[in-house]
């Protein structure tokens, strides 16, 4: 099934690297539209800076300088063989902020997911997660990608690009399910095998003379549930893979910590998350495991809300 990609970009390292991630995601007959957005310098600079600048001129060269973005990147996917199309978003005609006025196109547009740098610049702000790209998580009805500036770069499908090693986090909740079915299918698009991790994240400590065991084993039955769910559905997709399980401690490191090792330890392309699961005793929210992996993983990092729609 063919797939409409939103991009956004501006020039940044990370937009890019975001824009060659995008021609390696995307398959022959995708779409890619790629968008970037022009604030209003009226609402970037206080008034008594704008009384010794000119504002209208700096709007006319931050959509210049958008529009020049725009072109090279559509020249460059329609040299890899993509429909690409580029639409400058006017916040000052709009009224919206970067996140509003991207997650609307997302959904204007019909677009199947959004791929964002994560430490470009919108306008003349930083662009950071806690920022622009966790709202447009926080608001996405889609999988969002996040890709860093110092994310390794993938060959486009012109060269032969493609995932060959594709990383899902798992747990027992629906929202880890969603992520998986995604990531599986993403596998079997691309041809990739998957890694699978589950994450035991041990409760403690605990008092002297609480007996843990019963408590250990009862996350580590969660664990084997886990493990049996996903060899079966991996078995009935035909997708080869291997499951993973990996224990942290109460102290000392995090969820995210494990699924970062994991992913370079098998060093794959990607790395798929659900962004409102629960692991263990600690919420897999956006400010926690999923940020921190997105933050830190030298990798794509591709995010599902809990109401993304399968591909």
């Not at 990609?5 to 779409?31: K, M, P, Q, V, Y």
């Not at 310098?41 to 210049?64: C, S, W, Y």
């Not at 080869?240 to 494990?258: K, L, N, S, Y």
Request: with cysteine.
């Amino acid at each position: 099934m063919t797939k409409r990609i939103l991009l956004a970009t501006d020039g940044s390292e990370s937009s890019r690297r975001a824009l060659r991630e995008a021609a390696a995601f995307a398959r022959n007959g995708d779409a890619i539209r790629v968008i970037h957005t022009v604030e209003d310098p009226v609402n970037l600079l206080t008034a008594a800076f704008g009384k010794l600048v000119d504002l209208e001129q700096i709007r006319r060269d931050m959509q210049r300088e958008g529009e020049e973005h725009l072109a090279r990147a559509v020249l460059y996917l329609r040299e890899e063989g993509f429909d690409a199309q580029a639409h400058l978003l006017d916040l000052r005609t709009t009224g919206e902020t970067v996140p509003e006025a991207m997650t609307r196109e997302a959904d204007e547009w019909g677009a199947d997911i959004i791929i964002v740098g994560t430490h470009g610049r919108s306008g003349v702000r930083r662009v950071m997660l806690g920022s622009v790209a966790e709202q447009i998580l926080r608001c996405a009805e889609v999988p969002v990608m996040l890709v860093a500036g110092e994310a390794r770069p993938h060959l486009p499908l012109r060269s032969g690009g493609h995932y060959e090693r594709i990383l899902v986090a798992l747990d027992n909740s629906e929202t880890s399910r969603l992520a998986f079915e995604y990531a599986l299918s993403l596998a079997r698009t691309h041809g990739a095998s998957m890694r699978v991790v589950h994450v035991l994240d041990l409760p403690g400590p605990f008092l002297a003379g609480f007996d843990p065991e019963p408590l250990l084993d009862a996350v580590r039955a969660v664990g084997e549930q886990v493990r049996s769910w996903a060899v079966k559905r991996l078995k009935e997709a035909e997708v080869p893979g291997e499951i993973e399980m990996r224990e942290i401690q109460p102290v000392g490191e995090g969820v995210a910590d494990q699924i970062i090792a994991a992913g370079k330890d098998a060093d794959v392309d990607v790395i798929v998350l659900g962004t409102h699961g629960r692991r263990g005793y600690r919420r897999f929210t956006l400010g926690s495991v999923a940020e921190d992996t997105a933050r830190h993983a030298g990798r794509p990092v591709l995010l599902l809300p809990a109401h993304a729609p399968l591909v």
